[in-house]
């Protein structure tokens, strides 16, 4: 298999509008997918072309290039909100995977136990796609379709992550359940972002859970419970199985369906507590065990 030199971009796409050959990064889901297949004679390795790996600031928020690792994200000098992401750039894999694994690579793969969706979904992050005839940018909740399905065209290459400037006093966390503490495919993830004003009722309320349908989902009926309530108010208790209606999770070898939906309704709450006690100058009372379920 012969993965080229495609170290321009331009030169990259015009390949792609040729051949639409395959298209490689890190490669940690690329070969595993092949499973007994031969591999193909022809890929585009994005690690390969110029100006495509690294985070920088921009005048409008964040930029991630396509084949930026995540360790590249661990190691990233990234204001707080970013904080769920790099929690989740942790869960995944090992640190060789870590350090092979590409962000474009875990949203093109599209499984619904990506550990990078939700964080990225909290953070209103969009994607970038370039092809021959010019480049469209698709918000990532309509760029994954399904399990294994995209928005992509054969002919586009995603190149960057964008994400919109996030007020600094915005906190961010990720959790995840799986059947062991590493090196496992997530049973059930959910990230969140919060915001507050200086009076302490919250601005911004972000919350995304995955693995718990075919796409990760934010939460939007909870979203808006949440928005402009106080931090001091009992606001765990606001996480029930009726706003979390937008989740269809199903019955596998990880989990059953009902023990998912219990299972995120915890994680949920958990993280609630513990992002509103992480908001800067609050400190939030809750009563005991009201932000823990059982699970551990």
């Known amino acids: 298999m012969s993965t080229g030199e495609h170290q321009d971009l331009s030169v990259a796409l015009g390949a792609l509008a040729r051949s639409c050959m395959p298209i490689m990064a890190g490669g940690t889901d690329f070969y595993p997918a092949l499973r007994d297949a031969p591999a193909p004679l022809q890929v585009i390795d994005v690690t390969r072309i110029h100006g495509l790996r690294g985070v920088e600031k921009t005048t409008s928020g964040w930029r991630i290039g396509a084949a930026t690792t995540w ?81 992509r065209v054969a002919d586009e290459l995603m190149v960057a992550i964008n994400i919109p400037d996030i007020a600094p006093e915005a906190r961010s966390a990720f959790i995840k359940l799986g059947s062991r503490r590493y090196l496992v495919i997530s049973i059930v993830m959910a990230s969140i972002v919060l915001r507050a004003d200086e009076n302490g009722f ?78 800067p100058g609050n400190q939030v009372c809750l009563s005991p065990g009201s932000g823990h379920g059982a699970l551990s």
Do not use: W
């Open 202 to 279: 919250l601005q911004q309320v972000c919350i995304a859970a995955g693995a718990c349908s075919a796409v990760a989902q934010r939460l939007h009926e909870l979203e808006n419970v949440l928005n402009g309530k106080s931090i001091q108010d009992d606001l765990v208790s606001l996480v029930t199985p009726a706003m979390l209606t937008a989740l269809s999770p199903i019955d596998d070898v990880r989990g059953s369906r009902e023990y998912r939906m219990e299972a995120v309704q915890q994680l949920v709450r958990r993280l609630l507590a513990d992002c509103l006690h992480d908001l």
């Open 71 to 151: 360790t590249d994200i661990i190691r990233a000098p990234l204001p707080p909100v970013f904080d769920a992401l790099k929690a989740a750039a942790s869960e995944i894999g090992s640190i060789q995977i870590q350090n092979s694994a590409t962000v474009a690579g875990n949203l093109c793969n599209a499984s619904p136990a990506a550990d990078g969706v939700p964080p990225l979904l909290t953070l209103d992050a969009s994607v970038e796609l370039a092809s021959v005839r010019g480049v469209r940018i698709l918000p990532l909740s309509e760029f994954i379709l399904g399990p294994r399905s995209t928005a």
